[in-house]
C-alpha cells in the first residue's frame, strides 16, 4: 500500500510505504495550534516507509517534557504535513488529513487527554492517556 500526503497547495508531499506503525489522537494544546481542531489525527511511519518529496521548511519548537518537535511545512501555503520528534527519532508523524483518504486506518488511542475539549466524544475501545503514550520499540 503506498499512501501519499500532500499540503494544501501540492507542493509538499510525502509518500508513505506500507501500513503506518501507529495512528493516534492527540489533544494537547500545541496540536490544537498546530491544526486550528479541537485534537489531530496522526500517522506514525518509520523513516524508511517515507519519502520526502518538494520543498519544506522546518519549524523546531520545545515540547512538554523537555522534548523537540520539529514541524516541516510547505513555504507556499505554510500546511504542516509532517514532524519528527527526539522521542521517536526512527518516525515521521504525519497529519492523517493530509492523506486525504476516507478509508485511512482509525486511531487506536487518544493522548494529552487533560486538555480534551469536554464536548468531545471518542469511540468506544480507544485506550485513553492523560499524558504521552511511550516510544513504541522501533523495528
Known amino acids: 500500500m503506498t499512501r501519499t500526503a500532500s499540503c494544501q497547495c501540492g507542493a509538499f508531499r510525502m509518500v508513505a510505504e506500507g501500513e503506518p506503525d501507529m495512528v493516534n489522537l492527540c489533544h494537547c494544546h500545541a496540536c490544537q495550534r498546530r491544526t486550528g481542531a479541537p485534537f489531530s489525527v496522526n500517522a506514525y511511519y518509520r523513516k524508511d516507509a517515507v519519502r520526502l518529496e518538494g520543498d519544506f521548511r522546518t519549524y523546531p519548537r520545545a ?77
Do not use: K
Not at 88 to 104: K, L, S
Open 63 to 139: 515540547a512538554r517534557e523537555g522534548r523537540t518537535l520539529t514541524n516541516h511545512f510547505c513555504p507556499q501555503c505554510g500546511s504542516t504535513v509532517c514532524w519528527t520528534m527526539d522521542m521517536r527519532p526512527g518516525h515521521y508523524g504525519i497529519a492523517v488529513g493530509a492523506f486525504n483518504d476516507q478509508d485511512f486506518p482509525p486511531p487506536t488511542f487518544s493522548v494529552w487527554e487533560e486538555a480534551r475539549h469536554n464536548w468531545v466524544t471518542l469511540p468506544s475501545g480507544m485506550e485513553h492517556f492523560r499524558q504521552a503514550r511511550p516510544a513504541p520499540a522501533t523495528r
